[in-house]
């Protein structure tokens, strides 16, 4: 008996083909978890110098030997590939329940391959592996999406899913689950490159069952009552991570005005207190007593009257201080401004790009569906 399951499902979108593998257990040994048995993986199957937007390129999901036990924050699980932002092995780890869901499904890991010939999505469930149109499914961002596929699937479904920057390449598009997000490297870029929207999973709960469930659950009962009295945890779980700006602020290393000082006068603003003030709800992940996420509307400007989920520390700092920004709605209508200001520019370089012309910025390096022939162009 294993918190492993042993196995693997490989899924070639060129040809519409899946089948499962045994893991080798020398390789559980050596290459240790989720990270390890994904470079592995890739370190053997992947030829070098391949475009990462290629249909060479593979998409690796994985999920640790601890992950879907119960035991508290272990709903984490790790998305791999040859990353288009930087052309090398890259991994994203992310919260959020598919990854559990991969795990009741009977896999630690799931090798996606080639590319689908049109918008698809993959959805699996007690009776195997399905390859389904995702026509219907285009432009819908992924809150709308993931309801979508549970609409269609039940309700107990969850999903991997791109958003309309991941249909659209940008190099650094993410994979969601739930409210969580893979972020990094451009995974969702590599996930739209195969013209995947989506792998949604919908089976019976079937647990791991370690080699000593007995001493497993008391184990996890202890970390359960050291969690319910830890004053981080009580933390986290009011304020998230907004209540670290206030701590690397007083110790000078907030990253401000692109990097050239550490602190900010104002940062009462940013803090965890004032962001507080306008959480409307807890989001959070499988398993997980501390649920650290927080639903916040956007109340002023363009994008008053939306949703999001955060912002984070990261997301604070970066769309805050960094760009001498110090109030605490700037980061929040920032973000969705970021997001509207690229679906514009990337129709606009796609209409350039279409009609012959090489577009040259400053920032960004962008390709799209016709860079897939082999034009790439810059963008500002
Ligand atoms: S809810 Fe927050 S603390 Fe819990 S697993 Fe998810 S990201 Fe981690």
């Given at each position: 008996?294993?918190?492993?399951?042993?196995?693997?499902?490989r899924?070639?979108?060129?040809?519409?083909?899946?089948?499962?593998e045994e893991?080798?257990?020398?390789?559980?040994?050596s290459?240790?978890?989720?990270?390890?048995?994904?470079?592995?993986?890739?370190?053997?199957e992947?030829s070098?110098?391949i475009?990462?937007?290629?249909?060479?390129?593979?998409?690796?999901l994985?999920?640790?030997v601890?992950?879907?036990t119960?035991?508290?924050g272990?709903?984490?699980?790790?998305?791999?590939?040859?990353?288009?932002?930087?052309?090398?092995?890259?991994?994203?780890?992310?919260?959020g329940?598919?990854?559990?869901?991969?795990?009741?499904?009977?896999?630690?890991?799931?090798i996606?391959?080639g590319?689908?010939?049109?918008p698809?999505?993959?959805?699996?469930?007690?009776?195997?592996?399905?390859?389904?149109?995702?026509?219907d499914l285009?432009?819908?961002?992924y809150?709308?999406l993931?309801?979508r596929?549970?609409e269609?699937?039940?309700a107990?479904?969850e999903?991997?899913?791109?958003?309309?920057?991941?249909?659209?390449?940008?190099r650094?598009?993410?994979?969601?689950?739930?409210?969580?997000?893979?972020?990094?490297?451009?995974?969702?870029?590599?996930?739209g490159?195969k013209?995947?929207?989506?792998?949604?999973i919908?089976?019976?709960?079937?647990?791991?069952?370690?080699?000593?469930?007995?001493?497993?659950k008391?184990?996890?009962k202890?970390?359960?009552?050291?969690?319910?009295e830890?004053?981080?945890k009580?933390?986290?779980?009011?304020?998230?991570?907004?209540?670290?700006?206030?701590?690397?602020?007083?110790?000078g290393?907030?990253?401000t005005k692109?990097?050239?000082?550490?602190?900010i006068?104002?940062?009462?603003?940013?803090s965890?207190?004032?962001?507080?003030?306008?959480?409307?709800?807890?989001?959070g992940?499988?398993?997980?007593?501390?649920?650290?996420?927080?639903?916040?509307?956007?109340?002023?400007?363009?994008?008053?009257?939306?949703?999001?989920d955060?912002?984070?520390?990261e997301t604070?700092?970066?769309?805050?201080?960094?760009?001498v920004?110090?109030?605490?709605?700037?980061?929040?209508?920032r973000?969705?401004?970021?997001y509207?200001q690229?679906?514009r520019?990337?129709?606009?370089?796609?209409?350039?790009?279409?009609?012959?012309?090489?577009?040259?910025?400053?920032?960004?390096?962008?390709?799209?569906?016709?860079?897939?022939?082999?034009s790439?162009?810059?963008?500002?």
């Amino acid at each position: 008996m294993s918190t492993y399951s042993g196995k693997l499902l490989r899924i070639n979108l060129s040809d519409t083909t899946s089948n499962e593998e045994e893991i080798p257990t020398q390789f559980y040994k050596s290459f240790i978890s989720a990270r390890g048995l994904g470079a592995k993986y890739l370190y053997d199957e992947l030829s070098p110098n391949i475009d990462p937007l290629s249909p060479d390129n593979k998409l690796l999901l994985l999920i640790g030997v601890l992950g879907g036990t119960g035991l508290q924050g272990f709903s984490k699980w790790t998305v791999m590939s040859k990353s288009p932002l930087t052309g090398t092995i890259f991994r994203s780890v992310t919260g959020g329940n598919f990854g559990v869901w991969m795990k009741h499904a009977g896999y630690d890991l799931i090798i996606i391959e080639g590319q689908a010939a049109k918008p698809s999505y993959v959805h699996i469930d007690a009776q195997g592996v399905h390859f389904l149109e995702a026509k219907d499914l285009l432009g819908l961002d992924y809150r709308r999406l993931q309801e979508r596929l549970k609409e269609t699937h039940g309700a107990r479904t969850e999903s991997a899913c791109i958003g309309i920057a991941g249909e659209n390449l940008v190099r650094y598009a993410v994979i969601h689950s739930g409210e969580r997000t893979a972020s990094r490297g451009g995974m969702g870029t590599v996930m739209g490159s195969k013209n995947l929207k989506a792998i949604s999973i919908n089976v019976p709960i079937k647990k791991p069952a370690p080699f000593d469930p007995a001493t497993f659950k008391g184990l996890i009962k202890t970390q359960v009552n050291i969690l319910k009295e830890h004053p981080r945890k009580q933390t986290m779980n009011t304020l998230g991570t907004p209540y670290i700006t206030k701590i690397v602020n007083m110790m000078g290393i907030l990253p401000t005005k692109n990097y050239q000082e550490g602190s900010i006068p104002t940062i009462e603003d940013l803090s965890g207190d004032k962001f507080f003030e306008l959480k409307k709800g807890r989001a959070g992940c499988y398993a997980c007593m501390t649920r650290c996420g927080g639903m916040r509307d956007v109340t002023l400007g363009p994008f008053g009257g939306s949703q999001i989920d955060g912002p984070e520390y990261e997301t604070i700092f970066a769309f805050g201080p960094l760009l001498v920004r110090d109030r605490c709605q700037r980061p929040v209508r920032r973000i969705r401004y970021r997001y509207d200001q690229h679906r514009r520019v990337h129709r606009l370089c796609l209409r350039i790009v279409r009609q012959g012309h090489n577009f040259i910025g400053r920032y960004g390096r962008f390709k799209t569906h016709l860079g897939q022939q082999g034009s790439n162009f810059f963008f500002d």
